[in-house]
Every structure is written in structure tokens, then in C-alpha cells.
């Protein structure tokens, strides 16, 4: 059974940092692309970094970049996202997730991401 596991989570102020990790088991995840993803309430699910396993590259919407940074830890199986300079805009519930997509062809489809965990909640007050 294929899990991911999200964990960091939390309330901060505006300004603040907030380090969010996923756990991966039951399988070994390389060269395929992973995700973390957002959903605010009352708004669509979206996309916030992707990364390239194995090869590194990463991706970032305008929205976060610069202040977001995904990153993989191959010996523990796990993908975190450092998010900094966090606004109030960045609260929702952020999600973990990992494709069937080969490293080449990352990109932000929600259709090939099969694997989600069940969420972590950041909220960033004024």
C-alpha cells in the first residue's frame, strides 16, 4: 500500500516560516515527478512546486517563487517544502503528491498525480 504522509503543518503570522515534510511508504519514488499542491476554501486546488526526483529541478508558480523551496531527501523517502516570507494568501490545506509522470515530463496535470496524502493545514494570520 502506497502512502504519503504530510506533517508541518501549523498557524503562523504573517512574515513567518514553515517547513511542511511527506513521508513516503510502501514504495520508493525516483524519477518520477512529485508535487505539493494547495486548496483554499472556496477555491480550486493548486499547484505550488513540483520536483524532478533524482535530477532535482524544480518548478514554482510566480505566486510562490522565491519564497517557497521543494526538496527530496532520497535516503529517507521523503519530499519537504520550505515556505518563507508566508502571506496570509498562502493559507489553506497543502497536499502532497506523486506521479506516474517520468522526471522529463513534469508538469502541473492533477490527471497524473495518483498517489495524494490527506493533507496539512497552514493558516498565516495578519
Known sequence: LVQLV????GSVQAGGSLRLSCAASGYTYTSVCMGWFRQAAGKERE????IA???GATYYPDS???RFTISQ??????VSLQMTSLKPEDTAM???AASSLPVRAC???EKWFNSWGQGTQVTVSS
Not at 6 to 9: A, H, L, P, R, V
Not at 47 to 50: D, I, R
Open 6 to 9: 504530510e506533517s508541518g503543518g
Open 47 to 50: 499547484g505550488v512546486a513540483l
Open 53 to 55: 526526483m533524482g535530477g
Open 64 to 66: 510562490v517563487k522565491g
Open 73 to 78: 531527501d532520497n535516503a529517507k523517502n521523503t
Open 94 to 96: 497543502y497536499y502532497c
Open 107 to 109: 508538469n502541473w496535470d
